[in-house]
């Protein structure tokens, strides 16, 4: 039987998603996505967008990078029921992101995906802002089964 301390170290799903997002540098990110595929067996990806809440939220352009990077990368087939997964977790991610924003806020995002085949996990992090003295952190997570 495991200890508690020992989960510590296996991360979820949900886990991985945030960490990739909150990744500072490609190598810091590609370093992590070969450590979840090789020990967890975890398809992973990773994106990173910038704009305001009308371009990202209201045109789909959100949507469409998160498609696009888990084609992509492998993390899903393009098959209906996974692609309607992957929206709503991707939806719901962006959630904790555009709640309480102007039209006008800009944001620059990193998106880390995580899937094991039977759930997929959405990770948004990044920094908003209506003015550069206003700039501040957000985050979101969604997850999914596929």
Excluded at 40 to 62: A, D, M, W, Y
Aim: hydrophobic fraction near 40%; charge should be neutral.
């Amino acid at each position: 039987m495991k200890s508690s301390e020992d989960n510590l170290f296996q991360p979820s799903l949900e886990r991985a998603a945030l960490l990739l997002a909150l990744t500072q540098t490609r190598e810091d990110e590609e370093k992590l996505k070969k450590e979840l595929i090789q020990t967890h067996g975890f398809r992973c990806g990773v994106t990173e967008i910038g704009g305001t809440v009308s371009i990202l939220q209201h045109n789909g352009k959100l949507t469409n990078s998160v498609l696009s990077a888990a084609f992509n990368t492998g993390v899903i087939a393009k098959e209906p029921k996974k692609i309607h997964a992957l929206v709503h977790a991707a939806l719901e991610a962006s959630n904790s992101i555009f709640i309480h924003t102007n039209g006008n806020t800009s944001f620059a995002l990193k998106i880390g995906l995580a899937t094991d085949l039977d759930w997929i996990a959405v990770a948004i992090f990044g920094r908003s802002s209506l003015h550069p003295l206003s700039e501040h952190c957000r985050v979101g997570l969604g997850y999914m089964h596929l």
